[in-house]
């Protein structure tokens, strides 16, 4: 009479499958949390950008570029930052139309217009 097998072939193939498997599942565990982490940083970056405008709702219009040109007259509302280093820290419209004139330019890189 034969010997009955220790092993039998599902037996074999089974232990070996299950060494494959514990390193397979691993690094499928390892990919995933990778994919996940990266889609919940871009879910949150996208959250944080939209709030970053969420409070000026109400201001339409472009923004202006670089000002190198300004006119000092009534309907000049700021004083640009070089007319200001221009003038040597006269910082309001009233202070700089009393000395230079309504209707003075400034060029950004020119020299001053004639002061009154």
Same mark, same amino acid.
């Given at each position: 009479m034969a010997r009955p097998a220790r092993?039998?072939?599902d037996e074999i193939i089974?232990?070996?499958?299950?060494?494959?498997? /514990? #390193? =397979?599942s691993a690094?499928?565990?390892?990919a995933l949390a990778e994919?996940?982490?990266?889609q919940?940083?871009?879910?949150?970056?996208k959250a944080l950008a939209g709030r970053k405008g969420a409070g000026k709702r109400?201001?339409?219009? /472009? #923004? =202006?570029?670089?000002i190198t040109r300004w006119v000092a007259d009534r309907r000049a509302r700021r004083v640009p930052t070089f007319v200001i280093e221009m003038t040597g820290?006269?910082?309001?419209?009233?202070?700089?139309v009393a000395r230079y004139g309504e209707g003075a330019v400034f060029e950004q890189g020119k020299a001053l217009p004639?002061?009154?």
């Open positions: 092993n039998s072939v089974r232990a070996a499958m299950e060494k494959v498997m /514990r #390193r =397979a690094q499928i565990a390892r994919v996940a982490a990266r919940i940083d871009a879910d949150i970056s109400g201001r339409g219009g /472009r #923004r =202006a570029g670089a820290g006269l910082d309001t419209k009233k202070k700089i004639k002061a009154r």
